[in-house]
């Protein structure tokens, strides 16, 4: 867009103390054509650019003219900064939008936008093997900001895909994790990015409804998410040295009483059911006792029991003897 381009030139103008049509024109990736008339522009909106004939020549800011496009100040910027540097490497528009800032900037704030530019790294190998998210990111942060309705392919866990027609109304960032906060026939919902396969324009605008505010759904709708986070408690009690397990399965989540003589500690655990919380704290055996609901003490017990079924003789499953058999299961004759 025109506009943009006229932006830079300002921005390429004001770090110059003379610049060229053929800079600029390199500057901006346009013809020397283009450039020029994008200076005879900026000199007929009153902004103070004269042009110099002969060797030597080129345009200039009259008297050193510069113009703060920014409004920011230093802790502003570097904090701006250090959010945005780690990523710029990523995305070549966030490369070029920085580096126009960085022009804008006054001289005694450029170095410090600099360094906290620089203080950072973002590495996007996934270690966990989780779900990438990068597939249909882009295309969903397109659907937001042309305000265009979408048909997505969308799959919660162990469940298959199928296909929800949404408004994309804003992509939210919780803990690392991208969500499209859209409008459904259901009313506002929140997709995981990382789960949506697939993104089509239906053709027809996004509906926004009146006076939506992003942050302010956002904060609703995470709000009901947290309630279903903690909707059971579980108590029970861990072995020493155990909390750091606990607190990497539900960290803020859990919380721990008064340690007993036996260096055992008392806890309550919150998740969305008893039987949820039971799962995460099977693989630490013996380490943990689960005191109550019922239904918690019911569900490891259930798990223990399948295990021991499963792993509990040394014959493997592809054996002549097959996998053992839970009480009470029937047997199915060879065929």
């Known amino acids: 867009m025109r506009a943009d381009r006229l932006v830079a030139a300002l921005l390429f103008l004001q770090t110059r103390q003379r610049v060229t049509a053929a800079e600029l024109a390199a500057e901006l990736d346009v013809s020397e054509r283009t450039a020029r008339r994008d200076l005879e ?12 004939a002969g060797q030597g020549g080129g345009w200039s800011l009259v008297g050193g003219a510069r113009t703060d ?11 701006l900064f250090l959010l945005t540097g780690p ?7 966030t490369r070029t939008a920085l580096r126009k800032l960085v022009r804008a900037l006054p001289a005694p704030l450029r170095e410090g936008a600099e360094t906290a530019a620089r203080a950072g790294v973002s ?28 048909t997505i392919g969308y799959a919660r866990p162990g469940r298959e895909p199928r296909e929800r027609t949404v408004q994309p109304l804003g992509i939210a960032v919780k803990s690392g994790v991208r969500y499209l906060v859209a409008g459904t026939e259901d ?4 997709f995981r990015v990382g789960r949506v396969s697939s993104v089509t324009e239906t053709g027809a605008p996004a509906v926004r409804p009146d006076g939506f505010d992003l942050p302010t759904a956002w904060r609703a ?12 408690t579980v108590r029970g009690r861990a072995a020493p040295g155990t909390e750091p397990v606990l607190e990497g399965l539900f960290g803020a989540r859990v919380r721990y009483g008064e340690r007993t ?13 008893p039987e949820v919380v039971a799962a995460r704290l099977a693989g630490l055996g013996a380490r943990v006792e ?34 053992p058999r839970a009480p009470g299961s029937a047997v199915t004759p060879p065929v």
């Open 41 to 52: 522009a900026l000199a007929s909106s009153g902004i103070p650019v004269y042009s110099q």
């Open 69 to 79: 496009l920014t409004g920011l100040t230093a802790p502003e910027i570097r904090a």
């Open 87 to 93: 990523d710029a490497d990523a995305d070549p528009r």
């Open 123 to 150: 590495d996007g190998t996934d270690w966990t093997g989780a779900e990438t998210e990068e597939a249909c990111l882009a295309p969903l942060q397109r659907a937001v900001v042309d305000a265009r309705e979408v």
């Open 187 to 190: 009313g506002l919902r929140t």
């Open 221 to 232: 709708l995470a709000a009901r998410m947290e309630d279903r986070m903690v909707a059971a």
């Open 261 to 273: 003589a036996d260096g055992w500690a008392p806890f309550e655990a919150d998740g969305p059911s």
């Open 290 to 323: 689960l005191l109550d609901p019922p239904e918690a003490r019911t569900a490891l017990a259930r798990i223990g029991t399948e295990l021991t079924l499963l792993y509990g003789r040394s014959a493997p499953s592809d054996s002549p003897e097959g996998p």
